[in-house]
């Protein structure tokens, strides 16, 4: 069974930086793609950046040239590097891996909060 777990939130300040880390474990031959999304209090969850396979990103407007989504293979982590971080960023952050193990896996992190706030 494939696992996959956020670390990396935290508190900042406004103009601040964060990496978030999102970590799948288990048996893993690959690693097709993987999403970021936040969920804000009161706010329905959104997708914040893609990666598909190891170069192909999208980004919401709102992050774009602030936010890179990036992947290392060979640790099976995928990364969310956030820069000059605004309060409206803040949320929990959840990771969503799709891939192969034995069969195919669509897995859900079970988030981590980042809060911007002076």
């Known amino acids: 069974q494939v696992r996959v777990v956020e670390f990396g939130g935290g508190s900042v300040q406004p103009g601040g930086s964060l990496r978030l880390s999102c970590a799948a474990s288990?048996?893993?031959?690959?690693?097709?793609?993987a999403d970021w999304h936040r969920q804000a209090p009161g706010k329905e969850r959104e997708l914040v950046a893609s990666i598909i396979g190891n170069a192909s990103t999208k980004y919401v407007e709102t992050v774009k040239d602030r936010f890179t989504v990036s992947t290392d293979n060979a640790a099976n982590t995928v990364y969310l590097h956030m820069n000059s971080l605004k309060p409206e960023d803040t949320a929990v952050y959840y990771c969503?891996?799709?891939?192969?193990?034995?069969?195919?896996?669509?897995?859900w992190g079970q988030g981590t909060q980042v809060t911007v706030s002076s």
């Open positions: 969503n891996v799709r891939g192969r193990s034995y069969h195919y896996f669509d897995t």
């Open positions: 288990g048996i893993i031959f690959s690693i097709y793609a």
